[in-house]
């Protein structure tokens, strides 16, 4: 079974610093892997996804994430950070018909 | 288009209270999914759907019940509730198409108290 690895639980950054979330995965071939986030009280909406292709994808609201094979790993990025940002992160991977979520990575913004 | 809708918001139950959380969708999607958040644990499916007619447990489908008669409900029963189904509730839908795992659209959640 796949699995999906957050390192951090929580992350602060200061606004207008840059960002990076981790992600690993498992998975034996190419993942489908996605980015999701979640505002307090909110459901999930999709930032990114990974299929095929370009290994740097972009995603809405200014995030972008890299995949890379060797590290088994899909890092999220974004330059500059906004107050809007804090949220709690997800990364998923497709496993047949389903997702394989991580733990989440709670992000705060210090102004 | 109202996208995946969830009812109740809230709702708090006594245990061995039953009860169905409602969700539905209006894209057409084949693929819909009942996930349960609790804190620091991300994500855990309970039941998913591949379409009308068609069940499948999850990881976490203890004291669930799901059925799929049509393909835009796909609700969630609980029989007798207990205090570790405190949860926050997710519905979710997805086409899938070619063989791709595509995204999922979440429903805003329910969360339920068991007390």
């Known amino acids: 079974a796949q699995s999906v690895t957050q390192p951090d639980i929580h992350i602060t950054v200061s606004e207008g610093a840059s960002l990076e979330l981790r992600c690993n995965y498992s998975?034996?071939?190419?993942?489908?892997l996605f980015w999701y986030v979640q505002s307090p009280g909110q459901g999930l909406q999709l930032l990114l996804k990974?299929?095929?292709?370009?290994?740097l994808v972009q995603g809405i609201k200014g995030f972008e994430a890299e995949f890379k094979r060797s590290q088994s790993s899909f890092n999220l990025r974004k330059p500059s950070v906004h107050w809007s940002d804090a949220a709690e992160y997800f990364c998923?991977?497709?496993?047949?018909?389903?997702?394989?979520f991580g733990a989440g990575t709670i992000l705060r913004v210090k102004s | 288009n109202a996208g995946v809708t969830q009812t109740p918001k809230f709702r708090i139950l006594k245990i061995g209270q039953s009860m169905t959380l409602q969700c539905a969708q209006d894209?057409?999607?084949?693929?819909m999914y009942w996930y349960r958040q609790d804190p620091g644990m991300g994500l855990k499916l309970i039941y998913y759907?591949?379409?009308?007619?068609?069940?499948d447990k999850g990881e976490v489908p203890n004291g669930y019940n799901v059925s799929r008669s049509t393909t835009e409900d796909f609700p969630l029963r609980l029989e007798l509730a207990a205090p570790s189904q405190t949860s926050v509730y997710f519905c979710?839908?997805?086409?899938?198409?070619?063989?791709?795992?595509?995204?999922?659209?979440f429903g805003p959640g329910t969360r339920l108290t068991v007390l």
């Open positions: 990974y299929f095929s292709g370009d290994t």
């Open positions: 998923a991977v497709g496993e047949g018909n389903k997702l394989v």
């Open positions: 894209m057409n999607h084949n693929y």
């Open positions: 998975y034996g071939a190419t993942p489908y």
């Open positions: 979710a839908s997805s086409k899938k198409t070619s063989g791709v795992v595509n995204e999922q659209f």
């Open positions: 759907s591949v379409g009308a007619g068609i069940t």
